[in-house]
């Protein structure tokens, strides 16, 4: 099986490489009646979007077209194709990869797989971060259909490089991070990271970081026993993203040097429900949501491609040399990562949500449609610049 | 979609309970001619099985019998059904659970969704790391076809608890570690594992601790951009696991602290070919293997079901309780989670190497099946005792 | 990928051969809290069975053993898996083919496929009906299923050979069928099939026959446009049954050969209900049911393995000589294929009731359950013999 | 899951409706290397365009646009995404139907499952014909793959209305039907075909035919058992066609009315090859492809869209009325069905291909590049116009 396909009941195909004239995603098994605009993914598309500061200099203005699947602004039930132009490419820069592959890339992967002769090295083809732009406009109608659920999907940055958040975060703070450049949840966060990028993109390097996502209020019982538990397709779809190196949910690698007595987490009665005390296991026990939040963590490797000579080999003579990626690159793609982790997170949830049966598969009632739309608004609005910031 | 199969191309469904009459595979897409025994899986089984010592005290034999897919001692191409008996089944031990679930276990969220009438309470059921001998089974079918590519995978336990292994192990250590019953590469190592879990067996209580795989010589260009990435499609694997946390491959979380100058790695050229310098990637770049062993970690939570009394409710009462977890259960499941890891990767691997075309799909010559046979051999061989180890 | 799982949330797997220790079927996907119990599986098992009048000479009790999935008698959630021993096997009877295929068999093809050296020559291996117990095991959970939609699944042979039946027939006449050694609908019409079975018996020949399957009462919109529509999956699952040669549903062929004024079906209301006057389409538009009665017709080819001599070739001289098949095998496969074929169309309307909604794919509530046991129990009452058949 | 996607190696994803600004196709899963034009893909889409003779008046040009997954004229390895414009609609022409179920037609099954108010009747939205320019887009480049094994794929209209074709046809003959207004393989028959097609127009009805699809030199052991088999596949491939209502292979139906003497095929020796001597069984035995010819036919029904009146009901006031459809469609769709059928075919078979391994998944190399480019040219020259055929 080929590798562009993504999800079971919620099923999306992306195509598009990053100097192709476009960029795009066939949604399959959205729901009849859901209301959806371009301007619902343009909304999350714009956190993802090249040009912000701090972020790849590529000017994308990366408006989304629906181009199936939608009749008088609502769903059909029909696949829905959103496709994004690729509109500020400079090709030019990539000639120098054409024959010294970027250690830390892609690039020399592809060429072992698919033959010298078949790879299209300009923006790194298919292995480009552009490619995720499919990913977030396809999550943001996972999103919208969550609603139905009432569960929202917010992601801020961790950590930077050495710099972590150690203290307590709400989930407001960390739908405000969208507006945060750097994705921070708190204003000397962003100080922090901010002052770090600035000294990483004067050195011509980058950084790593780790990203935090956090799933209020989702149903129980999502997840599929034994392969297709939430953790295991959770893993999957944050793993598929570009430079991930690690996932983790609840206490992740803590949990490995603890005991069973401090990691388990007691099981309470509150508000008459059964509930978990301290949510250790971030909301996935035996491999299902138990209805607590869901909480995952993953590193993000630093940006390969920076202005810093690297070692590398010429391809036409195998000798050594040195590479200085000189292209328009992101000083630390954890940035942006977070918005592609999140609209990862959005695709497993309402692909299981529709396994499992709490979003139906054929088509909304108007007063579904209706709920959909009044929290999705809400949900817009929660999303709003912290004070102080840019 | 239900969540009982694993794999495209070579593709396994399991089923069987705890406490049910047996626990049972079919592999679908094994090529036809390869030489399979009993004993190829009784190899493997062998050390993921209970009754060693510092493992659970349940004592099976756990002796696989192969009832299709096999003549003349010969795959035919047709499914290969695999059953182990549960023999050794004490249901009355979770009586006290019925009503009282465990912290830490999968016994509430699987009420939640499968409903209390319907919950076999007794032994876990599916979630008990029962299921995991059809894992395990499999994986041997998987190992012995990855002969063919001279690919070769090894896993011992890296930390358990506030133990870490901090230096170089050889892929010799690392197959011995089979024999070892705290599956520790070293014998300094092996002592202070086996100290460790007699005091938290005396204390009624559990460790958690962190398992690595190591991949020997896999073929490069396994995974299948964008979705199915090699690292994607092993996180899931791993996390499908029972009481894993977290995963990471290469540098993994580390790499979230780092800059790219460091992270990166550089490419060189040896003995002709075109090669890692540090393999800081883990044997996967882009997504796809690079030809550079495969290493990769993760984190097993400690057993949840202790002595040790923990706060539980009773689902009769809605009150609070205590409960202390009599039934036989590991004091570390990363122990015999290894193994259950090791067969995990070898799944994936198998199935990416014939989507690549590796490894046959219909049937194996004469000569390779001939190969793996003698490859085999050697790898059993090659997993012996460590010097000094029981 | 491999072959042998069919359907997508509730999905079968099936393994064993005809002269292996058992077959046997995985199924994932049954909600929990069906009531289930070897009997259900045994009473639609009891219509394929050989041994009886009219089909092979092997007797086989057929006893179904459910090893895992059910607790307290109903379903968990849990994979279901049902095997049947296979008791009454000489394999000796096939010493001759081994080295001569019979002509219209699997025999030349498997060995084209999966070579000589790895074909399990007794009774057909996969290749042998006996394989279709497996679907029949699960047919009779998914029929079991469907009645929470009051839907019920009848088949009978509309013709055999030159005889045809042209009259109208009830869906009462259809249930009883079952009970009918040779499948006929009228007592007149079960005498001259049971002729022409015993004079092809004499010659040693067979005869080829059309069985048609009527679903009653199916819920409208199940399908999934574009590839998944109703028609689509029934055939797969119609084209998936040994000695099957073609499909049709509705006109069927006929509709080849008509005018657009001719074939096209009124709406009308009827009841308040928008309805189709004459079910010309059977039951499928658009590839969607439309709430009329499903009616499909698929021609079974005569049973090739027949006494009377035929020409074939010996694989160890590649000269011509000649077989007479002294295997056990019926005269007429399309006699208990119709079993098969039932079976195959429950699966598919069973998976796509559950992919559109009408079933759940977690649990049944209890009224559910208890809804669908009621219905079962009429639905085996209404299947009896017709009067004064044996 | 939704039914948007079709085949597991070589995978198709279609989306776009007959009345939105595009159709268009996303193909997964074609190894690097290929050559690739858009002159390729245009070729094929040339026979199934409205506008020629005797089909729907709708002009399009349907000028195919590649618009991923190639670079320097030659495959990546990456998706493969093709659009087609919507040109020539005429919406208003649907104003009438808004209210008006069409007879035979997928309008009011759509309404069923999607709700009235989700319905996009411009056009048939995704019922419509117009969505197979993705399919015959999509196995143009199926068939080209094809090549590799020196398979070829052609079809004629075998027969249409009452007039059949029953002579010998050779498969020169079938692939001049291409030109053919009306797919006929004969000079004779297309002079009838026309005068048939003539006469329907003026009478503002339509007819039905069966089509029949003809594979030179398939590789043999196509078809995976025991549900994947190759006829199986087929008969899906073949059902998913809009107002296709049966399919048959080799003796198909006629094999339900014979006896097995008759319908066995002799196995012989032919040039030193195993062979079958009249191929009854249609190059498929066992589910899988045996070497011969594969010859399969399926049913069209007659276009349900015609100007005669039909009674229907008015979904306002669920009153009778009439219904004179005056879009623009084919006086019988079978015509260009057999070009949406010839792709299907070629879908499968290319599916198949890889499954097996006779196709590689990852990438050609040079010379199996070049050998399918010169096959392709091959193939394209032997499709010519028939002598004295328009």
């Not at 500061?53 to 000017?59: A, E, F, L, S």
């Not at 033959?115 to 919208?144: C, F, H, L, M, P």
Request: charged letters at 25%.
């Amino acid at each position: 099986m080929p590798g562009s396909s993504f999800g079971e009941m919620f099923r999306i195909t992306t195509f598009g490489e990053s100097h192709g004239p476009e960029v795009g995603v066939v949604i399959d098994g959205v729901p009849a009646g859901l209301y959806l605009s371009k301007d619902d993914i343009q909304f999350e598309l714009l956190f993802r979007r090249p040009g912000r500061q701090y972020v790849t200099g590529r000017r994308e203005k990366d408006e989304p077209e629906i181009v199936s699947g939608i009749y008088n602004g609502r769903t059909t039930g029909a696949p829905i194709a959103i496709i994004v132009k690729n509109s500020d490419v400079i090709s030019s820069l990539y000639e120098e990869i054409r024959y010294k592959p970027r250690p830390g890339h892609a690039d020399l992967p592809y060429i072992m797989k698919y033959g010298y002769e078949n790879w299209d090295y300009r923006g790194g083809g298919r292995a480009s971060a552009r490619e995720t732009v499919s990913r977030v406009a396809a999550g943001a109608v996972a999103k919208k259909l969550l609603m139905l659920t009432d569960t929202v999907i917010g992601g801020h940055l961790k950590s930077l490089g050495p710099i972590e958040l150690n203290e307590d975060v709400t989930f407001e703070e960390i739908l405000c991070s969208k507006y945060s450049p750097v994705r921070a949840s708190k204003k000397w966060l962003e100080e922090k990271f901010e002052e770090l990028i600035k000294q990483a993109t004067v050195e011509g390097d980058s950084w790593g970081g780790i990203a935090e996502i956090v799933v209020k209020n989702p149903p129980s019982g999502l997840g599929e026993p034994v392969f297709d538990k939430l953790k295991a397709d959770l893993a999957k779809a944050i793993l598929s993203i570009p430079a991930v190196t690690g996932f983790e949910y609840g206490l992740g690698f803590k949990a490995g040097r603890m005991r069973g007595s401090e990691a388990n987490d007691e099981i309470i009665v509150k508000d008459g429900r059964l509930r978990w005390k301290n949510n250790t296991s971030g909301g996935i026990l035996g491999g299902l949501s138990n209805g607590e939040d869901i909480i995952l963590r993953c590193a993000f490797k630093p940006t390969s491609s920076i202005r810093k000579p690297q070692k590398t080999v010429d391809l036409r003579t195998y000798e050594e040399t040195t590479i200085s990626v000189i292209g328009r690159h992101d000083p630390a793609v954890a940035i942006r990562g977070v918005s592609v982790a999140e609209a990862m997170v959005a695709l497993v949830l309402v692909d299981h949500a529709m396994r499992t049966g709490y979003i139906p598969t054929v088509k909304l009632t108007e007063e579904q449609a209706k709920i959909i739309e009044e929290r999705w608004r809400r949900y817009v609005e929660l999303c709003k610049p912290m004070q102080g910031s840019q």
